[in-house]
């Protein structure tokens, strides 16, 4: 038929959500905070959490669609660059209605990846010129 594989894996339970705040690291930003933990689950899994104080509803609304679609493309590239497999949960904030998906994804490679990578034990883009 076609290619219609889900986009991500979403958390879902409250149990979860309350689970990666207390146990989890955290990673804050200008467009989100991140809170993440390993797990041994298949997948990565994501949870958006978007709070009243950001504004209405079309203003929650945008700001879970750029974190999804930003996450959709951080997706692929953390399994490339990791065996290791991780929940995380993104907490919306006031700015993140305002920005384009390519910032928060931006945001993502810089503050996230690094720390991800150290966390799993790989380097990602290792030298070669070492023997």
Known sequence: MGDFSKRFYV????R???????????CVSYGFICYYR??????????????????NAVKRNRSR?????????????????????FDLIFVARDKTASMKSTQILGTMRAKLRPLLLKRAGGSGTADKTAP
Do not use: M, P, Q, S
């Open 38 to 55: 390993a797990t041994n689950k298949r997948r990565n899994r994501c949870g958006i959490v978007t709070g009243k104080k950001i504004g």
């Open 11 to 14: 958390i879902k339970k409250d």
């Open 65 to 85: 669609r750029v974190i999804r679609e930003a996450f959709r493309i951080f997706d692929h590239e953390l399994t490339e660059a990791t065996g290791t497999r």
């Open 16 to 26: 979860e959500f309350r689970y990666l705040y207390k146990k989890g690291d955290c």
